[in-house]
């Protein structure tokens, strides 16, 4: 089986069901993990911060750091490998509250903007788990798309 790790700011894909991809320390950033069962093509997106517009010059370079430029480019990724939206299944995890102030809340607004985007595009998520303040690996297996979360230890299936 194939490992294919998504770093921070981070997206990778794949059509092999012989891979899994995983991100690991998912604090207040958020991962989506996607999968077409018909297309048997799934991905997984790891963003940073919700919004490109804190600074374009980055978002430009690695629009994978921000939600608002990375789940679309994550989305039009799968669509050129035969996904179909109303085939997919997305799962969100992170988005926590982690060592950060209540001031900023990076992890509510990253949980808020994939909302808001996925609300705007029609497109439902089917699992989550968000919010709290715990840490979460999260894994999406190319063989049947199942997505889990691991956390302290403890996995759980999504």
Partial sequence: ???????????KYSTSASDLI??????????????DQAARVGGM???????SRLNPEKAKNNPYMFGDTGIPRLFRTLYTHGAKKQNMRVVIAGGAMMYESS???T???NIM??????????????AEHVGENMPRTLYLDMVEGETWITSRGNKLIL
């Fill in 45 to 51: 997106l790891h963003f940073l911060l919700p919004s």
């Fill in 107 to 109: 992890g509510k607004r």
């Fill in 1 to 11: 089986m194939g490992r294919k790790i998504v770093n921070v700011s981070d997206m």
């Fill in 113 to 126: 903007v994939a909302r808001k985007i996925f609300w705007k595009n029609n497109i439902f998520i089917d």
């Fill in 22 to 35: 995983v991100t690991y320390s998912l604090g207040s950033c958020l991962g989506v993990a996607v999968y």
């Fill in 103 to 105: 001031f900023t809340e």
